[in-house]
């Protein structure tokens, strides 16, 4: 098998240097729509989703087949607002919708297939990190998190940073980009996208590739730690146990670092590394936290749709 | 573009020769999955569905990504059943499963995004169709809707006559392996399945080639002739205007009808002609009767699933 089963993504032969990149991901109104999103962004979303495990896996997406579920309480208006989001995700990731597939259901559903193309050899699987690696996250965590709290449960912030905050839940960004060009570089050794938490990722590659890993530095973003001070949160947990962040979890070769933080635009952080442990654990001034298996659960809101 | 927007699938170019073929179609269980039906049905049916626009076209397809949205009342021998009835769907039709993502829905839904092959100009286009083409089936019409009506409104049939119809609808195939034999003969102008119903596949065509179609000849099923008598039922109405039967609805080059007989195995009912007339009609000892543009309308049963 080209991919292994259960990576983010599932691929099939291409001639003998390339291969076919499928991925399919359903957005989910209930569990996957908060309080707040427009429909225009829940279809954005839905591609943001799909294109992310592309960008994990340094594949290019190049066209999309959508799937809707529609429930009968929608209008044309609303309809069209979705196409609209569908393209305007398709458009930001330079890729479009070839066609696709309308019914009713109760829930809204969005579902994508996207497909794409990679070099055989070249995707960043998630089995592929040794130890001695380096472990580098392409952007700051905790702030999707946060702004879920605040859409939610009505935590409060200045409004600087709610903007900050809630903005990364309603429009986030898919690290496509970077995600190409760290596979063109060959640094990479194993790659996921954190849409299910830093945690679960870290847990993830430690699996698929049979090792373990500390991490020495939390990428806290700094609108999460003053939103965890302001509602007496703990940041840790805000940074580890979130989700829906896509931003991309790496592990890079050690003497590839400088070549990977060239081609990521100077964006990977650095958090941590790979060990021989087989145990994901957060050290800091010597001292060990068991990095727990857990990751980001959906909120289900009763007819959060229904609500807008 | 390699196959017009529209189409039963869509087509992205793979080098000079061939065409990756891509379809995504989703299964509701509010309104796809009638009572009586088994999740191991309903699964298997997913996949008859997409597969049956590959025959369509006469694509080949080759593998499969399958988004589950699960309702939380499912238990895991429910989902064992469904991924047993998604591989054995996927067996029959000798293709298999690549992966895929599970969430929660308020509906089941089953959504398969399929992949495959075709050769550049062999795919049987719904807008190929030209006047003096003859009209043709893969097989006979009216069992999956007397088969509903035996199932939602317990309409009443002999035990033979019954249990042939209500397979109809729990069991229903995909005729690839005809479309597959029949793109190869280039006897086939135009084509189309009967998802929605066969005048709805008509107009289709029409629509799609700009055309017009004179039915000189309904291909009702004996059952469904025999359920319309003992019912009171018009077979005609059977006949035109049911849908999930998955049959070819193809149009064929007169020179060509000897060649494509034989690549159906002798399958195909020759059921009237294309003309000029832009207009869909079925004509009888010298009688027009307009056939209505108007399709398979899925049943809404309130909760189907949770009865089982």
Redesign the interface.
Known sequence: MAIP???D????P??DKEL?I?????L?G???VPPGMSLWQAARKAVVMNISDFAAKGAKP??M???L?LPDHLTKRNIIEIGAGLNAGAREYDTHI????T?????L?I?L?V?GMAEKGKVMLRSGAKPRDLIAVSGCFGKTLSGLKILLDHLEASRKVREVLVDSVLMPKARLQEGLALGKTGAVSAGIDSSDGLAWSLHEISKASGVGIVVDKLPTAKEALEFAKANGLDPTELTLYGGEEYELVLTIKPKLWQKALEASGGKLLLIGKVTTEKEVVFEFRGKKRVVEPRGYE?F?GEKCLSRR
Chains 1, 2 share one sequence.
Do not use: R
Request: proline content about 0%.
């Open positions: 089963f259960g990576d993504v599932a691929a099939y291409a001639g076919f499928l991925k399919t991901d359903m989910v209930k569990t996957d190049k066209a087949l959508v799937s579920g070839l066609g696709g597939d019914g009713e259901a109760s829930d559903i579902s297939s497909f959906h289900v």
